[in-house]
């Protein structure tokens, strides 16, 4: 059989959420003004043209092909089609979308970018990287190169001249940056870098002629750990057009992402030039961070949403089994369609109902970046700051680790057709895997939500967040059509409330946090979905239509059977370390 | 040069949730199908655009053409008009209409007023709807303006002193070649969209089309927002009055399955003996 790959960007749901998260505000915010609703709409939907016409059909070759390395030339070879993918996408518009004006981009607010990040994550994953790497190198030199450095690489990388990567991780240095030795020595006003990186997306490909490499590495006089680290950008090829030493030493071979290359980066003497200040590196790095862990954040909601349609395909054609109730049975017919067992579309609902509102989370999270950099009101920036900030984490860890088990729920609903290969789904599966280890593993996220971003400020960003789940609480709290799912919320953000207060108690040491920070960050997780569904539900319970219809199912499923899920996390919680620390170490 | 292309904004017929007819055959319900310009328009614009660029360029318009694109219906058809000045045509023109109110006589001596105002030199459209696929308007426009046509267009070569067209018309059995003193009207069928379908000799010969109607680069779309839209109501016009009333409407009787015959002589015999096809 001829494998299945089947896509529609769900433009109303996009359409919905950006109503709901009163989008208006945002377009009213000075740079924006170009973007109304509609326009934003027709843009997305022609971006999902692309993504599925164009994007969508390599997405099976890639995975086929993988990427190739020749030694002789340290060069890597794509799979068939893809640099021209790139260029096309390009043409389209699509890389330069959101980056700002003044380097020839199309200053799209964030939240738009999101949408066309999701989808063409959805239609290529392995090739999503490229573009999205590129714009994570592009924020970090706007946010933190000289003018000088934004005049000669912006304009090439927001035009997919050249192509941007991340070199941090290191064979002795993964999370633990502060093990970093690769150096950077001075020399005139520019510096010599020297060591290996491992695993750097897109160290190397065929789509462009020049790659712009950032890299952490240490100055003579750094000091030990993490507060050594600066930033340098070396380029492949220098201003002169001859070859840098920085070259590929190799693939590595692995589970998913097959077209996307994992290089292994030699620099030998590398000529760069320094980011930001001397021994700042890691504060220049968190501020593009948000960005990029939103993006992978987004990676379970994209391939969630294909698994999910690819498996509602398969459903409304295969039959198998009786309908327990015998006036669902279909007349005349062998076997039922599968939907009618409770099983099925049980199965498809935990995917639908956790998706729509991780969606929805992820890009209040965005708004709340645009809010940051545009508002003119300093509270607003600094309330959009905040959510940014504290949401980040949640989205990154939740959304990649629901969306890997959304993923697989929707194998399950295929069967035997979801793990062989027709279908797709084996691929997306192991496609969606890695987003729950880099950019920071998802337990580093959970660190990052209880040991940093719920004490800054004293607990600042998240009184904020909490005020907004209480006034949608308090604001619904006469609306009859919705009340049970304003209970379920009132009880779950109860019990975080309750964690999060214990979690910044005395008994609470580092262990304890290290023990159950994960637990943690999934009742926030799942609480911070409810409160998208009630956002979401209030808008609906005023309208009529099957769409609007659809949506408060979909938010009862997700409080009915989905939100319970918190009184035993929280459970968890509470059991704090003493049963995880109890162990020796030779009793492993 | 200046080239009309008039645009029709269909509910798409392929969409999953399919036509449907109201109850008693009163009329045709296209609720829930997705809103979309009509494919054979989208390739007229397609035509209209490589026949005033230099395909190596396809951002720009030649010096002195340009290509208007105008439609007669709701309000919403403004997005199609977009969606064509995204593509690279120049202005709009939106003559606010409900469908039930015209038909194709009716779009073709409206579309007569407009070619009056407009004064282009070629009118490129589609061979017809993939709604109504009624397949007249291009040829009753003709009529009335008194200018010649050529429908069914699969290529166009536009002369070099840009007076002439040749037309490559698809018919039953192969291509009729027609040459045409401007202005004149074309509709154009499918493979007017194939990659060397058109010559205008400024696009090198060498150069390939992409298959297809061109994606609307996102920065076009923006720049769009920008390109002159004008609205006006269709009694501006000065027409009016339907001939066409419909009496009922049916959806045609379902496939019936097909049948497995063991061989050739079975194929004949049942060719013969039941489909009497020979
Ligand atoms: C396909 C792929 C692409 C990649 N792309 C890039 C890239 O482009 N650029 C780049 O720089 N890197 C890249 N990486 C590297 C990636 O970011 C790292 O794998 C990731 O940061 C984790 O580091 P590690 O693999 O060394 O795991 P380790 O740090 O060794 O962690 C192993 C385990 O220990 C846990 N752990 C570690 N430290 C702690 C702690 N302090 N507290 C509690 N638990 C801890 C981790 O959560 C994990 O479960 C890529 C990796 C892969 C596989």
């Given at each position: 059989m001829a494998t299945v790959q089947t896509y529609r960007a769900p433009l109303d749901d996009f359409r919905f959420i950006l109503e709901v998260l009163g989008y208006d505000a945002i377009h009213a915010l000075p740079g924006y003004e170009d973007y109304d609703l509609e326009t934003v709409l027709s843009l997305l939907s022609q971006a999902d043209t692309f993504c599925r016409e164009v994007a969508l059909p390599l997405n099976r070759v890639g995975d086929k092909h993988g990427v190739k390395y020749d030694p002789a030339t340290a060069s890597v070879t794509s799979p068939p089609g893809f640099p021209e993918l790139f260029r096309k996408y390009v043409e389209a518009g699509l890389l330069s979308l959101g980056h700002p004006t003044e380097?020839?981009?199309?200053?799209?607010?964030?939240?738009?970018?999101?949408?066309?990040?999701?989808?063409?994550?959805?239609?290529?994953?392995?090739?999503?990287?490229?573009?999205?790497?590129?714009?994570?190198?592009i924020e970090a030199i706007t946010h933190h190169g000289t003018d000088d450095q934004r005049a000669r690489y912006l304009p090439k990388l927001i035009a997919g001249e050249w192509t941007g990567t991340m070199c941090l991780t290191e064979p002795q240095c993964g999370t633990d940056l502060g093990l970093l030795t690769t150096k950077a020595v001075p020399e005139g006003d520019r510096y010599r870098l020297t060591g290996t990186k491992i695993w750097i997306t897109f160290g190397e490909h065929d789509y462009c002629d020049n790659i712009v490499h950032l890299v952490l590495a240490r100055l003579p006089d750094a000091p030990a750990g993490i507060k050594g680290i600066s930033v340098f950008i070396v380029p492949k090829v220098l201003e002169d057009g001859t070859r840098n030493g920085i070259t590929c030493a190799g693939l590595e071979h692995k589970m998913g992402i097959h077209a996307s290359p994992t290089c292994v980066m030699s620099l030998e003497g590398a000529l760069g030039e320094l980011v930001g200040e001397p021994h700042k590196g890691m504060k220049a790095m968190f501020t593009m961070m948000n960005v990029a862990r939103l993006n992978v954040g987004l990676e379970g909601v994209a391939l969630?949403?294909?698994?999910?349609?690819?498996?509602?395909?398969?459903?409304?054609?295969?039959?198998?089994?009786?309908?327990?109730?015998?006036?669902?049975?279909?007349?005349g017919a062998a076997a039922d369609n599968i939907l009618v067992h409770p099983d099925v579309r049980r199965m498809l609902l935990e995917v639908r109902s956790t998706n729509e509102a991780m969606r929805s989370l992820a890009v209040f999270t965005a708004l709340e970046i645009d809010r940051a950099a545009k508002a003119t009101d300093p509270a607003e920036r600094e309330r959009g700051a905040d959510l940014a900030a504290l949401l980040t984490p949640v989205v990154k860890s939740f959304c990649t680790e629901r969306g890997f088990q959304n993923t697989s729920e929707c194998m399950q609903v295929l069967g035997g057709s979801g793990f062989t290969a027709d279908w797709s789904i084996e691929q997306y599966l192991r496609d969606l895997r890695i987003a729950m280890i880099y950019e920071?593993?998802?337990?580093?996220?959970?660190?990052?939500?209880?040991?940093?971003?719920?004490?800054?400020?004293?607990?600042?960003?998240?009184?904020?967040?909490?005020?907004?789940?209480?006034?949608?609480?308090?604001?619904?709290?006469?609306?009859?059509?919705?009340?049970?799912?304003?209970?379920?919320?009132?009880?779950?953000?109860?019990?975080?409330?309750?964690?999060?207060?214990?979690?910044?108690?005395?008994?609470?040491?580092?262990?304890?946090?290290?023990?159950?920070?994960?637990?943690?960050?999934?009742?926030?997780?799942?609480?911070?979905?409810?409160?998208?569904?009630?956002?979401?539900?209030?808008?609906?319970?005023k309208r009529e239509g099957k769409f609007f219809e659809t949506k408060l199912k979909n938010a009862r499923y997700f409080a009915h059977h989905v939100l319970p899920r918190v009184d035993s996390l929280a459970k968890v919680v509470r059991a704090g370390k003493r049963h995880i620390m109890a162990f020796e170490a030779d009793e492993f | 040069m200046k080239i009309l292309v008039p645009l029709k904004r269909t509910a798409d017929p392929d969409n999953a949730n399919k036509i449907k007819i109201a109850p008693g055959g009163a009329k045709v319900v296209t609720d829930g199908l997705e809103p979309k310009p009509n494919p054979f328009d989208e390739y007229a614009v397609e035509s209209a655009l490589r026949l005033t660029e230099n395909g190596t360029n396809p951002k720009a318009r030649l010096a002195g053409d340009s290509v208007v694109v105008a439609t007669f219906g709701a309000k919403?058809?403004?997005?199609?008009?977009?969606?064509?000045?995204?593509?690279?045509?120049?202005?709009?023109?939106?003559?606010?209409?409900?469908?039930?109110?015209?038909?194709?006589?009716?779009?073709?001596?409206?579309?007569?007023?407009?070619?009056?105002?407009?004064?282009?030199?070629?009118?490129?459209?589609?061979?017809?709807?993939?709604?109504?696929?009624?397949?007249?308007?291009?040829?009753?426009?003709?009529?009335?303006?008194?200018?010649?046509?050529?429908?069914?267009?699969?290529?166009?070569?536009?002369?070099?002193?840009?007076?002439?067209?040749?037309?490559?018309?698809?018919?039953?059995?192969?291509?009729?070649?027609?040459?045409?003193?401007?202005?004149?009207?074309?509709?154009?069928?499918?493979?007017?969209?194939?990659?060397?379908?058109?010559?205008?000799?400024?696009?090198?010969?060498?150069?390939?089309?992409?298959?297809?109607?061109?994606?609307?680069?996102?920065?076009m779309i923006m720049a769009a927002k920008k390109k002159p839209l004008a609205e006006a109501p269709f009694a501006s016009l000065g027409v009016e009055g339907v001939k066409t009333s419909y009496v009922k409407f049916e959806a045609p009787p379902a496939r019936k399955a097909g049948i497995k015959v063991k061989d050739v002589p079975e194929l004949v015999q049942r060719l013969r003996a039941e489909a009497k096809a020979l």
């Open positions: 380097f020839g981009g199309g200053g799209a607010p964030h939240a738009v970018a999101l949408f066309i990040n999701e989808m063409i994550t959805a239609t290529n994953k392995s090739f999503s990287m490229c573009p999205g790497l590129t714009q994570g190198l969630g949403e294909i698994a999910y349609q690819t498996a509602v395909a398969f459903a409304k054609d295969r039959r198998q089994g009786r309908a327990m109730d015998p006036e669902k049975r279909e007349r920071g593993t998802n337990h580093i996220q959970a660190l990052d939500l209880v040991g940093r971003k719920l004490p800054a400020d004293n607990g600042r960003s998240y009184k904020t967040f909490a005020g907004l789940v209480r006034e949608a609480i308090d604001r619904n709290a006469g609306n009859a059509a919705i009340a049970d799912l304003v209970t379920a919320l009132r009880e779950s953000f109860s019990t975080l409330n309750q964690l999060t207060e214990w979690l910044g108690s005395r008994e609470v040491d580092g262990e304890v946090v290290g023990a159950v920070s994960s637990a943690y960050l999934n009742v926030f997780g799942l609480t911070a979905l409810c409160h998208q569904w009630v956002l979401q539900a209030e808008v609906a319970s | 919403e058809a403004s997005q199609t008009l977009r969606q064509a000045l995204a593509m690279g045509a120049d202005s709009g023109l939106l003559f606010e209409a409900s469908d039930e109110n015209l038909d194709g006589d009716l779009v073709a001596r409206a579309l007569a007023k407009v070619v009056e105002r407009e004064k282009p030199d070629l009118v490129v459209m589609g061979k017809q709807a993939v709604d109504g696929d009624s397949n007249q308007v291009g040829q009753i426009l003709a009529e009335r303006l008194g200018w010649p046509s050529a429908t069914f267009a699969m290529s166009i070569e536009l002369s070099q002193d840009k007076k002439s067209v040749i037309v490559g018309r698809e018919v039953d059995g192969g291509v009729i070649k027609l040459k045409l003193a401007l202005p004149a009207v074309i509709t154009v069928d499918l493979r007017i969209v194939a990659p060397k379908s058109i010559t205008n000799h400024v696009t090198p010969q060498t150069h390939n089309y992409q298959e297809g109607a061109r994606y609307a680069p996102l920065p």
